[in-house]
Every structure is written in C-alpha cells, then in structure tokens.
Nanobody, 126 residues
Framework: QVQLVESGGGLVQDGGSLRLSCTAS????????MGWFRQAPGKEREFFAG????????DYVDAVKGRFTISRDNVKNTVYLQMNSLKPEDTAAYYC???????????????????WGQGTQVTVSA
C-alpha cells in the first residue's frame, strides 16, 4: 500500500521558517515528479511547488516563488520543502504527492502516485 507521510509543520511567526518532509512508502518516488500542495480553510487543495523525477527542473506558483524551495532525496524516498519568509497567508494544511507526468502535477486534483496523506499543518501568526 502506498503511503505518504508529511511532517515538520507547526506554529511560526510572520517571517519565520519551517522545513517540511514527506516520506513515501510502498512505492519509490524516483520515477515520479513530486510536488507540494496546500489547503487553506474553506479553500480547495492547490498545487504550489513541483520537481521532476530527476530533480532537474522545478515549478513554483508566484505566491511562493523565491521563498520556498522543493528538493528530493530519491534514496531516502523523501521530498522536502524549505519555507522561508513565511506569511500569515501561508497558513494551511500541507500535503505532498506525485505524478508520472510533471505537467500534470499542477493540473490534476488526483495525482497518480498515491492517495493523499494526512498532511501537516502550518500556521503563521501575524
């Protein structure tokens, strides 16, 4: 069974930093583009950062560009998200997932790597 477990969230002040991790089990991430998604209260889950299977290319939405960095360790089967200069509007539940096609990450609500994990909550206080 494929599982994704996100961790590293917490409460941080405006301008602070956090590093999230997402460890997969039951399937190797090495052949999948992986991405991070977030869901704020009352909103749909949305893509905001992705990386190709090789790590050679990344994609970020404008809201996080220059502040967040996605990385991956295919040996550890883990994806990371370094978040700097956090803002209150970054408050959300954060999830990772992947897809066999990089371009699909930002276009689908059902990435084909596996089912959604429990996510990790990030709360940024003003």
């Amino acid at each position: 069974q494929v599982q994704l477990v996100e961790s590293g969230g917490g409460l941080v002040q405006d301008g602070g930093s956090l590093r999230l991790s997402c460890t997969a089990s039951g399937r190797t991430i090495s052949s999948y583009a992986m991405g991070w998604f977030r869901q704020a209260p009352g909103k749909e889950r949305e893509f905001f950062a992705g990386m190709t299977s090789s790590g050679g290319a990344t994609d970020y939405v404008d809201a996080v560009k220059g502040r967040f960095t996605i990385s991956r360790d295919n040996v550890k089967n883990t994806v990371y998200l370094q978040m700097n200069s956090l803002k209150p509007e970054d408050t959300a539940a954060y999830y990772c997932n992947g897809d066999a096609q990089f371009y699909r990450l930002k276009r689908t609500s059902t990435p084909n790597f596996g089912s959604w994990g429990q996510g990790t909550q990030v709360t940024v206080s003003a």
